[in-house]
């Protein structure tokens, strides 16, 4: 189960990250400012975080498996017909309906893992799922540093059709976790309201918040790069798709680290904390100081193994705080919808900002404080042992919340 989540995970980031390395590309053939091409990524957002509340929703109801499979067939075709669109408009919505079906990746898996694994590897396991994020970008900047160079951004979306055999290998090789048929067999069906009652809507809120402010900082940070890049640093396209890939690759290191001390040294929660705010400090060094290939490349492979490798922890944090019945539909509001809505407001406000206070302070500003909040709020949230069963921890919270 792990191991064909972990590449549908994989590809599914991939599939996501090919417009990162095309914004550049983009925006000369549309002839559009940073804002602009910025205003893309959020309006596609917004509509990806609409349809994606839906899915989610529909993830608990229908069903992990039929919910995965659409998701891999969905986004495969949606990301190929980028390569014809024939304008922004177009563009946009493809983008959009490719974020809401790429993104059910999301919670779906992590929903998957958290429901088959044994409590003692669990947190380890989910973390290592997140290893996805990386790889994904690594995946994609060899695509973009072949077919973005030598045959344009429209040929680089024409790799989403990469995913469709995994499709047949979900049907296939996956079960329905027993513990999601069994929570559905007995309790009542997931509903919206069941995150806002009482022993919920605390953690719930203060989950939502964090990762709206993390994925603004993320997103911004990493769709924004290229362009930093190319604009203040000089890189053409096949060096800075180099350089974000080798870059993720050896963050991948940050995402195992985090994962096996939040399972086996520390909690997941003051992991998340600490790693979280060594990262907005080395995003600041990345902004401000290097400017060799070499430099640059050292700081944001540092960069990326704690500040995007925060999210091993994170990811299993989120899953196993909330009910089984209801898993699916939390990790859809309390990550995926938090995740599109970050991603839908953060790289537009910091392109506004660097357009009107410069690269270096627009970037690091907006980029480094919601970071930094974010890591913050964690402190407010339990601090739960690694390897509980989910059932003990519903239990405890539950009872927390009674007290």
């Known amino acids: 189960a792990f191991l064909i ?17 095309a914004v550049p590309a983009i925006r000369a053939e549309f002839q559009l400012t940073l804002s602009e091409v910025m ?68 919670p779906i898996t992590g929903a998957i893992i958290t429901e088959e694994m044994p409590a003692r590897l669990r947190g380890l396991f989910m973390g290592l799922l997140q290893i996805g994020y990386p790889l994904g970008w690594a995946l994609a900047s060899l695509w973009s540093m072949w077919l973005l160079t030598n045959y344009g951004w429209r040929h680089l979306f024409l790799v989403g059709l ?27 069906p997931a509903a919206l309201a069941d995150l806002w009652a009482a022993d919920i809507r605390g953690r719930a809120a203060t989950l939502f918040s964090a990762q709206f402010l993390f994925v603004w900082a993320y997103a911004a940070s990493i769709f924004l790069f290229p362009s930093f890049l ?3 640093r000089g890189l053409d ?30 909690t997941r929660r003051n992991t998340v904390v600490l790693w979280t705010l060594l990262g907005s400090i080395l995003f600041q060094v990345l902004v401000w100081v290097p400017e060799t290939f070499g430099d640059i490349l050292l700081v944001y492979a540092l960069m990326s193994m704690f500040f995007y490798g925060s999210a091993a922890v994170k990811f299993a944090y989120l899953a196993e705080v909330f009910p089984t019945r209801i898993r699916a539909l939390a990790m859809t509001c309390c990550g995926s919808l938090a995740v599109v809505l970050g991603s839908a ?59």
């Open 5 to 21: 989540c972990m590449v549908a995970y994989t590809t599914a980031q991939m599939d996501l990250a090919l417009f990162g390395y």
């Open 39 to 106: 205003a893309i990524v959020s309006i596609a957002f917004l509509i990806g975080g609409a349809l994606l509340l839906g899915l989610g929703w529909m993830g608990d109801r229908v069903g992990r498996l039929p919910m995965f499979q659409f998701s891999l067939l969905g986004s495969s075709v949606l990301v190929t017909l980028i390569s014809v669109a024939p304008g922004v408009i177009v563009l946009t919505l493809l983008r959009g309906a490719s974020i809401a079906v790429g993104g059910l990746s999301y």
């Open 162 to 188: 990469i995913s469709l055999p995994l499709v047949w290998v979900v049907r296939h090789y996956l079960r329905e976790p027993p513990r999601a048929m069994a929570a559905k067999s007995v309790q009542a």
């Open 230 to 232: 190319r604009d203040v």
């Open 237 to 266: 396209a096949f060096n800075f798709s180099l350089l974000i890939g080798a870059g993720n690759g050896i963050g991948v290191l940050g995402y195992v680290l985090a994962a096996w001390i939040g399972e086996h040294v520390w």
């Open 345 to 403: 407001a953060g790289p537009y406000s910091v392109s506004l900002a660097i357009e009107a206070w410069g690269w270096h302070l627009g970037y690091a500003l907006l980029v480094g404080v919601p970071l930094t909040l974010a890591g913050l709020l964690y402190l407010t949230l339990d601090s739960l042992p690694s390897g509980l069963e989910v059932e003990e921890i519903e239990r405890r919270m539950s009872q927390e919340a009674t007290t």
